[in-house]
């Protein structure tokens, strides 16, 4: 393992995980067509597709992030388009739906598990995942990945003060402290505020609630690239010419 | 603020939260009782208590502790011991239920506030607490005690690994490191097996699953206390007699 700080950018990069080391998204859209299919004898797909991201964003503050929480709105959902119809068959049907998800493969995008396994030669790993606790450390688990990062933090929330605190607790100054994800709400908006840098490399498919106006982009810098094979040459540009 | 390592005999003590700050489990029988009086058309109470209590410990492996994964056996046992005729209405009553679960008071056992911002004068405290890091984060910000702990760790199982974890995570010596809480099985048995201290105190009612066969108590060392307002004094005792 080569010396750190001496010749590196950054003491820390940390990554986001769901659709940034693995696909997320696509279980989620997955169920949503099964809800869709489930429903249909009672709405149109739009219609159910709306009052789902509806109910989802209202429950947000009671249930948080993550598969249970999305369950539990999709039941209720149900329950309304259905104007209380809806039998204990299709509820159970939904519960398992819930389930499956839990139990869903970890797929790590491509080029992942060789670029985190050669930037842990030469740098400290932080994975930093909103969500469900549960849901979150199952996936870590699954994924292989675990053991490059040195510390893995599940948040309720990633904004300014989620990274305030994560940099403050593990002694980084900001400067130092590089996040890379997919999200600019949550991965880079909040990093460059403090100070830090940010990598974005979006994803192909991206929740609405995630999604960023263009006015609050103007003035950010950061960095953007389209495959996170392209992340050590990167870095490696940002490298001081410091022989070891 | 007082010369800690000298002359206290703990470098940290950490708190579980759940039923050892804070009332928790009533939560849970009263939410158990509403639910026993919605399905009584279907079955007797003991019955509906015997097949919720099945399913919650088969859905851990799926939805582990919290809230939400509570509701979503409610809502499970509804449909299974009505035969899939439990209504919409009723489905929507379980989930207010739910929520009304993550919406309620958060009421400190009696002299913990005293006592926590006595010892945090003195130590270092942590919170460990097991659960849904969403539900739990809601907790302590209502807690208002969140100041006084200088981490909080929110996990979601308490066994001799995550204690393991902890300790070295912040660089604590197991023996310089004491646990209190009113779980034998997650906050008093892992705890004393890594070399650590435990304090018990009882709550007066204890989830079945949390309970611990007299065998497994035998041969390990720890303190029990009746009330967290006896832990100062306890820790006086245990104090070596060195002036500052």
Known sequence: MKSK???TPFDVIAFDADDTLWHNEHIYLNTHDKFKQLLRQYHNEEW???????????????FGYGIKGFTLS?????IELSEGRVGGNEIQTIIEFGKAMTRAPVELLE?????????????ELL???KGDLFDQEAKIARSGLGDYFRRIEVVSEKDVETYKRITAKHGIAPERFLMVGNSLKSDILPVVAIGGKAVYIPYK???????VAEEDLATKPYLTIQHISLLPALLNEMTPDVVD
Chains 1, 2 share one sequence.
Do not use: C
């Not at 080029?111 to 740098?123: D, N, R």
């Open 5 to 7: 700080s001496a010749t």
């Open 127 to 129: 994975l930093i995942t």
């Open 205 to 211: 498919t991206t929740w609405i609630h995630e999604r």
């Open 111 to 123: 080029g992942v598990a060789a670029t985190i396994a050669q930037l842990a030669e030469s740098y």
């Open 74 to 78: 999709m039941i209720e959902t149900a």
């Open 48 to 62: 159910i597709d709306q009052r789902l991201h509806e109910t989802e964003i209202r429950n947000l503050q009671h």
